[in-house]
Nanobody, 117 residues
Framework: QVPLVESGGGLAQPGGSLRLSCVASVHPFNAYSMAWFRQDPGMQRELVATITDGGSTNYVDSVKGRFTISRDNAKKQVYLQMNNLQPDDTAVYYC???????????WGQGTRVTISS
């Protein structure tokens, strides 16, 4: 059973915002670094943002200043607030536990984000 369930995607206009959520049924969630990845059809999966167990964050250059990753350890959830969305942000977004930059668990179904006017 895949322990990751993403939600919150949808259609948004350029300049709009979306908030993605991921429920991670893993233990101990609060000890793990988590991340959001995205994948366009025909493209490699890209690491977008990471958050450590201590709350330190890191972002790919293309989303810096626009996306914010956060976590709620009590709820075992990780979030991705996406602002000023652009057509290049269109992709399926996935969360996962990471070791360094490498995903640990099987991928969930992801949540699709489409940015179009």
């Amino acid at each position: 059973q895949v322990p990751l369930v993403e939600s919150g995607g949808g259609l948004a206009q350029p300049g709009g915002s979306l908030r993605l959520s991921c429920v991670a049924s893993v233990h101990p969630f609060n000890a793990y670094s988590m991340a959001w990845f995205r994948q366009d059809p025909g493209m490699q999966r890209e690491l977008v943002a990471t958050i450590t167990d201590g709350g330190s964050t890191n972002y790919v250059d293309s989303v810096k200043g626009r996306f914010t990753i956060s976590r709620d350890n009590a709820k075992k959830q990780v979030y991705l607030q996406m602002n000023n969305l652009q057509p290049d942000d269109t992709a399926v977004y996935y969360c996962n536990r990471v070791l360094g930059e490498f995903p640990v668990y099987p991928w969930g179904q992801g949540t699709r984000v489409t940015i179009s006017s």
